[in-house]
């Protein structure tokens, strides 16, 4: 009887699982505690609810924190960039009359006594300065003649009938237009071409 003992306790210790892992002699706890308890069970199930939810919480507060660095990344990238906007809209007119201020010399520079002739080239040397420290700091000057008409860099002051040319095209500017990286500063006035033949289509017959 007591040999019958024995051998049903060896074949209930081959069939249990092992404590120790074989590979790494780590105890397994959940064989040790006798994990399938009902109760602990419920216990370990509340307790890994928990840590998820903590987990979880621990995720969007760092996402939130991501997302907030991210924005004030931008914000103070976008501020360098168009931090000169209001100086750079101010100089625009400077640029302007500048570029009357040539205009208005006479083409034949030769005619021109020598001091005249000095303040003229002094003139150009100025607005050719000047374009270029714009175009250092990202400012692009817009003189489309020639391009189509785009609403969002143009702005049409008249039409001009113009057989030679595409309707909507731009055959006239004003005044040039100019832009800060992508942003307008001020939108070129121009003047667009038109159809002959719609001309002739608002022809007032009624008088």
Do not use: C, W
């Amino acid at each position: 009887m007591a040999e019958d003992d024995k051998k049903t306790e060896q074949h209930a210790n081959q069939d249990a699982e092992p404590l120790v892992n074989p590979d790494d002699g780590i105890i397994d706890m959940d064989a040790l505690t006798g994990g399938g308890a009902s109760q602990e069970a419920d216990a370990d199930s509340d307790e890994d609810s928990e840590a998820q939810q903590l987990k979880d919480q621990l995720m969007r507060t760092l996402a939130e924190l991501e997302n907030t660095r991210k924005r004030a990344e931008r914000d103070i990238a976008h501020a360098r960039k168009f931090a000169i906007t209001d100086f750079a809209r101010d100089l625009l007119s400077a640029s302007d009359n500048l570029r009357r201020a040539v205009e208005s010399a006479p083409e034949d520079r030769d005619e021109l006594d020598i001091t005249l002739k000095n303040l003229v080239i002094g003139v150009e040397m100025t607005e050719k300065e000047m374009l270029g420290a714009f175009e250092k700091h990202g400012i692009r000057k817009i003189d489309p003649i020639g391009e189509k008409f785009d609403y969002n860099l143009h702005q049409a002051m008249f039409e001009v009938p113009d057989a030679n040319s595409e309707p909507g095209t731009v055959v006239q500017v004003m005044q040039p237009g100019y832009v800060l990286q992508d942003r307008l500063l001020r939108a070129a006035m121009v003047g667009v071409s038109k159809s002959p033949e719609a001309q002739k289509e608002h022809v007032d017959t009624t008088a």
